[in-house]
């Protein structure tokens, strides 16, 4: 267990709509990444809030926002749904750079 | 852009068999790197990482990786594998320029038959 979690751990929803993933990052970790992994693309990061700021952004859609709140929680919100973005979300918590523990995962299924 | 690729896509060794999994980067300039383990069912945990120094870095559960900065490479390696050590293997690496973003290789299975 690496002390992240992550909710839900399974979502089935159909295209168009929209979702929100949630992270709760290691007591005291200020910062939070996010991954998308999938078959075709591996694993891609996608975005880095740092103590509610974002740091770094990767291969983040437009139609993909993140944010990070007060209690460093943070969350993935997902819209307008197509078929390409089933995939697991990942995210990982940070204490120093460098050294990411990651959460299990959020399987992402769009019908 | 920076891109690692990752030799293998399944590796399949017996119990005992040395391992050595490739990993190579494209970016020229200093990098960071890291190599992380997907057990089953399971989060990705940190195996090792190199930053600087020794280019031969010691991880957890008996890995240890060599940074060779003429070959763009950062091999894994284990001398003796057990059925345990099945599990999927990420590279990563972090450019100077690229700040905080980490870009993984596409993986390596390795399956351990007993």
């Known amino acids: 267990d690496s002390g992240v979690t992550q909710t839900p751990k399974h979502l089935i929803t159909a295209t168009g709509q929209r979702v929100t993933l949630r992270c709760s990052p290691r007591?005291?970790?200020?910062?939070v990444y996010w991954y998308q992994q999938s078959l075709d693309q591996g694993l891609q990061f996608l975005i880095q809030y740092y103590n509610g700021e974002e740091r770094a952004k990767g291969n983040i859609l437009e139609r993909f926002s993140a944010q990070q709140f007060p209690d460093l929680h943070s969350e993935l919100n997902l819209s307008s749904l197509e078929l390409g973005d089933s995939a697991l979300y990942f995210c990982?918590?940070?204490?120093?750079?460098?050294?990411?523990?990651f959460g299990p995962g959020t399987r992402l299924t769009v019908t | 852009a920076q891109s690692v690729s990752q030799h293998n896509h399944h590796v399949i060794l017996s119990e005992a068999a040395s391992l050595e999994l490739g990993c190579n980067y494209s970016y020229g300039g200093t990098v960071n790197l890291f190599w992380y383990v997907q057990y089953p069912g399971q989060h990705l945990q940190l195996l090792l990482k190199y930053f600087s120094g020794d280019p031969l870095v010691k991880g957890i559960k008996g890995f240890e990786a060599e940074f060779i900065k003429s070959k763009f490479s950062f091999n894994l390696r284990k001398p003796s594998v057990q059925w345990s050590d099945t599990a999927e293997y990420f590279c990563a690496v972090n450019a100077d320029n690229y700040g905080q973003n980490f870009v993984f290789g596409p993986g390596t299975r390795l399956s351990v038959l007993p």
């Open positions: 990982a918590s940070s204490p120093r750079w460098g050294e990411q523990y």
């Open positions: 007591s005291g970790d200020l910062s």
